[in-house]
């Protein structure tokens, strides 16, 4: 296994070992999921009549991410540059079509948890859309390549080709979000249950949360994140999984979309089981909350987050797709690799226990159940 992590900068993933370049562009626009499927759909078709029929957009809870590979050769990535620019262009005359539903239960659970249904815009929305596909602003990642200046010197041409000015600072240094972030009310808890075509059942409890003040508080989510519910062996997954058998692959995960943020816990279930993990959710947040975390765990935090950082960035499509997931705000951005688990631990310092205690209190969280049986009265059925 080939590594460059020792000389690569820590906000752009990089990986040697091919002539392949892997380029992933997302956009967060703040539009629900059937606009979202909308526009991803006219990028697709955009991409294809400038020759780009390997590339494609597809809609996801963290936004619309276009992906396409390309030789890492000067000569190649001018081509894809050039392809880019002509593709930025077209946009301005692409149809926008019809939206697509969702297709999974995770993109409906993502919907349901999101968006709300509204078809009352008719031609103003349409008009809408195709004003806002022209003006996407896109970060830029690249991997593979055979070193370090062949990524950088592709990412400036892409970036130029798209005329966004991407910087290369970590998200929270970026300048729409170093000014004091809007506050938004958080909406009354809600207990809702969707009734669906599924075979299994879906629980989930989420809660909206203020953007982090500072690398130290975004580090120390994501760390009291893994001893909670983001790994196996984590507290969540042993009293889910391996005390109740409710569920093989619970877990929980930090969501930034749309300028919100949010934490979010899944259970994945047997019809039937709903209220007895709805339960287990409830303990286990009463659980966590209800003790300092010790120094044992958050070292055991550390060490697989950074492991698991250093194993994202080992191939070429792990690479963009893990940058892409620090955009999303489920790792810190720009983790640095090189320090150590007591180091990272360090980093965050008291927000670990603030964190704690404001985001793992039980109260205050919504709750979600998708499940091929009608409700049983403990929720609102949609």
């Known amino acids: 296994m080939t590594t460059t992590e020792a000389v690569a900068a820590p906000d752009i993933p990089r990986r040697g070992g091919t002539d392949l370049l892997y380029v992933a562009l997302v956009a967060r626009p703040a539009v629900d999921w059937a606009d979202r499927t909308r526009l991803a759909r006219a990028m697709t078709l955009a991409l ?21 590979t390309s030789r890492a050769r000067e ?15 077209r946009l301005h005359s692409t149809p926008v079509a019809g939206a697509q539903p969702p297709t999974s239960p995770a993109e409906l659970i993502t919907a349901l948890t999101f968006d709300s249904v509204d078809d009352s815009a008719g031609p103003q929305r349409e008009g809408r859309l195709a004003a806002l596909l022209p ?70 409890w989420y809660r909206f949360l203020t953007p982090p003040a500072d690398g130290s508080e975004q580090l120390a989510r994501s760390l009291v994140n893994v001893a909670f519910g983001g790994v196996h062996g984590s ?17 929980s995960t930090l969501l930034h979309r749309d300028g919100r943020h ?61 940058r892409a997931a620090v ?3 489920s790792l810190p951005s720009a983790l640095d690799t090189s320090r150590t688990p007591a180091e990272l631990c360090a980093s965050a310092g008291t927000a670990i226990s603030r964190t704690l205690h404001d985001l793992y209190r039980p109260t205050g969280f919504h709750a979600l159940v998708m499940s091929p049986n009608p409700c049983n009265g403990k929720w609102v059925e949609l």
């Open 48 to 68: 294809h009549e400038v020759g780009l029929h390997a590339g494609r957009a597809v809609a996801g809870p963290e936004g619309i991410v276009v992906t396409c």
């Open 75 to 89: 000569w190649d990535i001018d081509i894809l540059a050039t392809s880019l620019t002509t593709w930025r262009e």
């Open 135 to 204: 003006t996407l602003v896109f970060d830029v990642v690249v991997s593979g390549g055979g070193n370090t200046g062949d990524l950088d010197a592709a990412r400036d041409k892409i970036c130029r080709a798209l005329s966004t000015g991407v910087d290369d600072q970590p998200p929270l240094a970026r300048p729409e979000e170093s000014a004091a972030p809007e506050t938004i009310p958080e909406p009354v808890a809600t207990r809702r249950w969707a009734r669906v075509p599924v075979r299994s059942s879906w629980v989930r």
């Open 235 to 251: 507290l969540l997954v042993d009293l889910v999984r391996r005390e109740r058998g409710l569920s093989y692959s619970p877990q």
């Open 262 to 322: 949010l934490l979010v816990i899944d259970v994945q279930t047997t019809p039937g089981d709903e209220s007895s993990c709805d339960a287990a959710i409830r303990t286990a947040l009463e659980t966590f909350s209800a003790e300092p975390l010790s120094d044992s765990t958050m070292l055991a935090a550390a060490s697989y987050l950074r492991g698991r950082t250093i194993v994202d960035r080992d191939h070429m499509q792990g690479a963009a797709d893990e």
């Open 327 to 329: 955009l999303e705000g």
